[in-house]
């Protein structure tokens, strides 16, 4: 009987840049899928793809490590893997890379922003609305 995989991956499109979410516990069996789905982003001309982390329960090391050989192809051709990830996972992997094959962020819209170099908006929970000041004349 084989047994079901916890960790889902799934490929959509925001503001046209594709973004892999990792959702459900890590495995290492899922580090193939994770590469051959950004491997053939590339292939397909796509050299700026983000990674969201933030529903995979992993502390991140274990993904970067299957992405080195795939980041390298991508940075190959001026393109860029940015991770999006929690805080926690993003200050573990800032803690661990030691090289610039990857781009860390807390957020997919801060990745956007710097991908597309214009401000984003993403509706959803994450974005938040900064309160309106007053400003009192004397």
């Known amino acids: 009987m084989a047994m079901a995989s916890t960790c889902g991956i799934q490929l959509r499109l925001a503001s046209g840049v594709p973004v892999v979410e990792v959702q459900g516990l890590w495995e290492p069996s899922s580090a193939g899928q994770?590469?051959?789905?950004?491997?053939a982003l590339a292939?397909?001309?796509h050299f700026e793809i983000i990674v969201n982390l933030?529903?995979?329960a992993t502390r991140g090391a274990a993904v970067l490590q299957s992405l080195w050989s795939v980041a390298d192809a991508v940075r190959s051709r001026h393109g860029h893997i940015d991770i999006v990830g929690t805080a926690d996972q993003v200050e573990h992997l800032a803690a661990r890379a030691a090289d610039d094959r990857f781009r860390l962020y807390t957020s997919e819209a801060s990745a956007l922003r710097r991908i597309k170099r214009v401000p984003v908006y993403i509706p959803g929970p994450t974005v938040t609305a900064r309160p309106a000041t007053s400003y009192r004349t004397p």
């Open 43 to 45: 292939s397909a001309g």
């Open 54 to 56: 933030q529903r995979a």
């Open 34 to 39: 994770l590469v051959e789905m950004i491997g």
